[in-house]
């Protein structure tokens, strides 16, 4: 059971553009061959709401007549202070404050799989900063954006990370998995 | 005859800490094996004044009563609008303004060999700007930083970059290699 940043980025570190747009991913189209191994590794989800809210207007409210279903089947975890509009039918959790506790309820709902921070960094960050993430597996796309939405705003220098695979995907796609030293 | 940017950078996009340090990637030791090969095809190389002030304070006068000669036997210049310490038997022009210029300069002298924008990252985007800019050779080491000196300030994502190489070196690096498309 291990806590997992999935995540695409660019090559100079944003998850998303100045805009909060992701059109500079999608134009790949469908994510990497490494998603569905995966995400049936996966039994528990947490993501912020500004991942929460770019996926309700993107995804599954992008027609509004003919909405989709929530993309996950895992118990999901959306942390925010705001109240936020539900997704029928999802099981969904709002919360917020410390991971910590949270955490706790996402590791006995996961299972013995694994807990996927789907974003954004700033919520990596606040696991990390509790000992709590094990790994980063991060796509590397082949664009820059000179700014936007931080991979993961914090120094892990002290030790390093520990690099544990690399993979090419398709043309445009390389993805990089890193062990998070445990002090 | 092609113009590199090749540097390290944080897996999140910074070359340099926000204490202007490289003491994360110098306790990697060696720099990747790819650099002879990389140095060997280099006939000018262009730099910053932040560039080379590290060099001259970390590189070249670590030991004040013992300095160390210039690392670079190719013509090399440095752009700064400000005045800086010249270092004795190097083949270095300080230069200003617009790159297009000093880059038609560094073209005869770099006499078929390729140029080197050791960095930093906005230098390189000016090289960009001009379209000058052919390719990014960029290895990642197992690091974040949070902050810091940016790799490569310029949205680049329509057309994204193209993806060449991916390899890596050691138990640390990975290097990508990207052509800047020419639109």
Redesign the interface.
């Known amino acids: 059971m291990k806590t997992q940043y999935y995540t695409a ?6 998850i998303a ?1 100045a805009d909060n747009s992701l ?2 991913l999608m ?2 189209g469908e994510p990497g061959e490494s998603y569905p191994p995966f995400i049936a590794e996966v039994g528990a989800i947490a993501m912020g709401s500004t991942t929460y809210e770019w996926l309700l207007e993107h995804e599954i409210y992008k027609d509004k007549e003919n909405p989709k279903p929530w993309p996950y089947r895992q118990p999901s975890w959306v942390f925010s202070s705001r109240t936020l509009k539900k997704v029928p039918n999802a099981d969904i959790h709002f919360c917020k404050g410390d991971v910590v506790p949270i955490y706790n309820e996402m590791v006995k709902a996961a299972e013995g799989k694994n807990i996927w921070i789907v974003g954004g960094g700033e919520l990596a960050g606040q696991f990390y900063d509790k000992g709590l993430l094990d790994e ?1 597996i ?1 796509t ?8 936007g939405a ?9 030790p ?4 544990v695979a ?1 993979q ?1 995907y398709g ?4 993805e ?1 998995r ?1 062990e998070v030293a445990k002090v």
């Open positions: 980025t660019s090559l100079d570190g944003y553009d059109d500079w134009q790949f980063l991060i590397i796309t082949p664009v820059t954006l000179g700014g931080p991979l993961l705003p914090r120094k892990i220098a002290a390093p990370l520990k690099l690399v090419q043309k445009h796609y390389v990089v890193y």
